[in-house]
């Protein structure tokens, strides 16, 4: 098996999914007992925390890309990113290494073309609502992408930030996004992408009333065919 890097500490509860999602993937793959050659690089939150000017994204380019050729320096065959809104700084990441890092939402772009998914409506973090680097890459795949709804933007925001990345999972968050997807579905989405790697805390991705196409299991199906010698 090929030895993986992961970005982690973005957060540490997004860290902890990774291992999981990874490990039980390569035992599944391989046999009970493999566990996946990894290199985890978990960053302080704190210095990634709070990014809104140019200069606040400039620095946190330098931090990940140190992390990057650090994991790349200790073996690292691949990297992946486990934070879905880090990824707006995924081309000057990875212009500082010569291996691939896979990006996530490449892989569920990918995903939901092979799935026929041409409908969808995209839940997480403000900046990967809202912003181009991350939608760009579903809409190139044939997914419309419906416009975030800023009233939904702000709920997400303060759960995401204020709940989940501290551990906490609450029944007032998962009514909250019940009630959330539930809409969707009567708006006519035909599909919701998850795009924030904490939100499986609250949300059943198995058993919802729309498809869920979850970006940290794809992005970790992806990085065990890595590790297990695909491309």
Known sequence: MRKLGLIGGMSWVSTRSYYDHINRLVQRRAEPLASAPLIIDSLDFRRLHGLHEAQDWARAAQVLGESARHLEAAGATAIVIGANSMHKVYDEVAAQVDIPIIHIAECVGKRMQRDGATNAALIGTRNVMTENF????????????????????????????????????????????????????????????????????????DANVLPIFDSTRIHCEAAVDWIMGGD
């Not at 997400?156 to 996004?177: C, F, N, P, S, V």
Request: glycine share 4%; charged share 30%; aromatic share 2%.
């Open 134 to 205: 991350y939608r760009q890459h579903l809409v190139a795949h044939g997914v419309d992408l419906t416009p975030p709804d800023m009233a939904n933007v702000e709920i997400l925001d303060r759960i995401i930030y204020d709940e989940l990345m501290l551990g906490k999972a609450t029944r007032d968050a998962e009514r909250a996004l019940k009630t959330m997807i539930s809409r969707k579905e009567q708006d006519g989405v035909e599909a919701i992408v998850l795009a924030c790697t904490e939100l499986e805390l609250v949300v059943d991705v």
